[in-house]
Nanobody
Framework: QVQLDESGGGLVQAGGSLRLSCSAS????????MGWFRQAPGKEHELVSA????????YYADSVKGRFTISRDNAKNSVTLQMNSLKLEDTAVYYC??????????????????????WGRGTQVTVSS
């Protein structure tokens, strides 16, 4: 079992930046691939970014490429999402997620019903004009 705790959400003006952090606890021996999803009101969960446990693979949704950067610190069992040049449409609840299989994240981009093993409770990001 893995517990994921997000932090760093909040209210920011368009064009601003926020940094989301996620700390993992529990089973931190198994190497987990990590990712960030978001869900805006009335919309489906969207995979925003993901990073493999070995740092050899990353994924970014087209909507955030060039603006968001994902990174991880395996020694601290944490993953960070640096969000720059925020737009109104980035407003959503952001969820940290973990799965032992990197393929789970990649498959999710094709089949949003793909299960992801562990989820955090989410943190609200609101971008204002």
């Amino acid at each position: 079992q893995v517990q994921l705790d997000e932090s760093g959400g909040g209210l920011v003006q368009a064009g601003g930046s926020l940094r989301l952090s996620c700390s993992a606890s529990g089973d931190t021996v198994t190497p987990y691939n990590m990712g960030w999803f978001r869900q805006a009101p009335g919309k489906e969960h969207e995979l925003v970014s993901a990073i493999s446990w070995s740092d050899s693979g990353t994924y970014y949704a087209d909507s955030v490429k060039g603006r968001f950067t994902i990174s991880r610190d395996n020694a601290k069992n944490s993953v960070t999402l640096q969000m720059n040049s925020l737009k109104l449409e980035d407003t959503a609840v952001y969820y940290c997620a973990a799965d032992p299989a990197w393929a789970s994240f990649l498959l999710y981009t094709v089949t949003p019903t793909q299960e992801i093993a562990y989820w955090g409770r989410g943190t609200q990001v609101t971008v204002s004009s």
